[in-house]
């Protein structure tokens, strides 16, 4: 009977050997949502980022926050997406409230955009998507708008580009579809890495000329 138990326990532990092996991402991805809200957000390394309009939550230096990165961007992880939603709503929350009292009004929630082509191929906008789930968190004090901020033409992928090759490849690529809905607001861009800053500096001319009067951004890591 002992040997019984031992060959059982063993091929347990085969198992879950070779699970982890198979699929090693989504059981880091399990282990991080164990984690209470509050308590994950602590675990993970804030961004050294300072810069004005520029709010980032964590380092990407960090391998956590990269494989939160790509199982939001590319494995459209609904459960972690949800869980990294409240961080940002929680971070917009505290520049609203700030935009309010000092510019007078609210300020407006919109996702970096995709072309058609890119969305297409993808299946999804991640940044959408994200924007969908503050909104459920938020729906009487966030204002969004998915369709505001557009991409007017294809792009090459930005992350094996230099810095000016990024500013060059993103350059006069976005447009407002309808100017009047941010004429004189504040606009808040909310994309999932800041890297060179180049699609964010494209976003915020296409925003400030077509009438808005302050663009932040604001991302997951850098």
């Known amino acids: 009977m002992k040997i019984l138990i031992t060959l059982t326990n063993w ?58 990165i790509k199982s939001i961007k590319y ?47 993808r299946g999804f906008n991640q940044c959408e998507e994200l924007v969908r789930e503050i909104k459920k968190i938020g729906e009487s004090n966030i204002e969004v708008s998915y369709n505001t901020l557009k991409k007017m033409r294809e792009t090459k992928r930005q992350t094996k580009l230099s810095r000016e090759e990024r500013e060059e490849n993103v350059k006069n690529s976005m447009s407002v579809s309808n100017s009047s809905e941010i004429k004189n607001r504040v606009v ?9 800053g180049a699609s964010f500096s494209e976003a915020r001319r296409a925003l400030l000329a077509s009438g808005a009067r302050r663009i932040i951004g604001i991302f997951i890591a850098h």
């Open 11 to 68: 091929w347990k532990s085969l198992v879950v050997s070779i699970q982890n092996l198979l699929a090693p991402e989504d059981v880091k991805i399990q282990k991080l949502l164990d984690f209470p809200l509050g308590v994950l957000r602590d675990l993970l390394p804030k961004s050294p980022v300072y810069i004005k309009d520029i709010f980032v939550l964590f380092d990407y230096q960090n391998k956590i926050v990269r494989l939160i």
């Open 75 to 121: 494995k459209n992880n609904a459960n972690l997406r949800r869980r990294i939603a409240t961080y940002l709503y929680e971070e917009i929350v505290d520049i609203s409230s700030e935009v309010t009292l000092f510019e007078g009004s609210t300020p407006l929630l919109v996702p970096m955009p995709m072309s058609k082509k890119e969305k297409r191929n």
């Open 188 to 196: 808040i861009v909310l994309d999932d890495v800041y890297t060179t």
